[in-house]
């Protein structure tokens, strides 16, 4: 069993910071991929930022120079930190993962159970 736990989100005033976290557990051999998407009321969930074991990352252009994700490969998690929020970012934010778990020598995709950012004044 692989699960993917995310945390961070919240209430915050426009123009401000957040930052989300969201650590894979489980019987986990190694994790490609690492990505951020997220779900607006009433909308389709897209894609916020990915980033490469490696540490290669790509963003959506609405989040760009604003958005940063990273990630801990010793710890399973990856971060997004959040600036100059703007109320469209108000969404549900979902963790991502490519996970080989153990007796497996394939990948398979992971989602995290999301969490609420609310961007408002």
């Known amino acids: 069993q692989v699960q993917l736990v995310e945390s961070g989100g919240g209430l915050v005033q426009p123009g401000g910071s957040l930052r989300l976290s969201c650590a894979a557990s489980?019987?986990?051999?190694?994790?490609?991929?690492m990505g951020w998407y997220r779900q607006a009321p009433g909308k389709e969930r897209d894609l916020v930022a990915t980033i490469t074991s490696g540490g290669i990352t790509n963003y959506a252009d609405s989040v760009k120079g604003r958005f940063t994700i990273s990630r801990d490969n010793a710890k399973n998690t990856v971060y997004l930190q959040m600036s100059s929020l703007k109320p469209e970012d108000t969404a549900v934010y979902y963790c991502?993962?490519?996970?080989?778990?153990?007796?497996?020598?394939?990948?398979?995709?992971?989602w995290g159970q999301g969490t609420l950012v609310t961007v408002s004044s």
């Open positions: 991502n993962a490519d996970i080989r778990i153990r007796y497996s020598w394939t990948y398979r995709e992971v």
């Open positions: 489980g019987s986990i051999i190694s994790i490609n991929a």
